[in-house]
């Protein structure tokens, strides 16, 4: 299963940006999904997280302001990034859990998208 994930750019203090990861491939079921991010000099820390049955999960420093969401018809998972703060930049990347058609597990992660906050 190979994830794509976009949506990232350049945007000012207090804008919005989605960010989008589709999964391809023979899946089956997506069982969880999850943003991470890593800024320059800093580890990868997780973002926001989403259960199949769709319960969320997020970092306190974005809390009310991220909200994760997936489309099960399209194997998207979103992230809605709103109120953004230059401390909110860096790169994001998406990982997705599941099942194939095969009835084989997976652990997929995005290739990371750019998002920078600045006036």
């Known amino acids: 299963v190979q994830l794509q994930a976009s949506g990232g750019g350049l945007v000012q203090p207090g804008g919005s940006l989605r960010l989008s990861c589709a999964a391809s491939?023979?899946?089956?079921?997506?069982?969880?999904a999850g943003w991470y991010r890593q800024a320059p000099g800093k580890q990868r820390e997780s973002v926001a997280g989403?259960?199949?049955?769709?319960?969320?999960d997020y970092a306190d420093s974005v809390k009310g302001r991220f909200t994760i969401s997936r489309d099960n018809t399209k194997n998207t998972v979103y992230l809605q990034m709103n109120s953004l703060k230059p401390e909110d930049t860096a790169v994001y990347y998406c990982?997705?859990?599941?099942?194939?058609?095969?009835?084989?597990?997976?652990?997929?992660w995005g290739q990371g998208t750019q998002v920078t906050v600045s006036s």
């Open positions: 990982n997705v859990r599941g099942v194939t058609s095969r009835w084989a597990t997976f652990d997929s």
């Open positions: 491939g023979s899946i089956f079921s997506i069982n969880a």
């Open positions: 989403l259960t199949r049955s769709g319960s969320t």
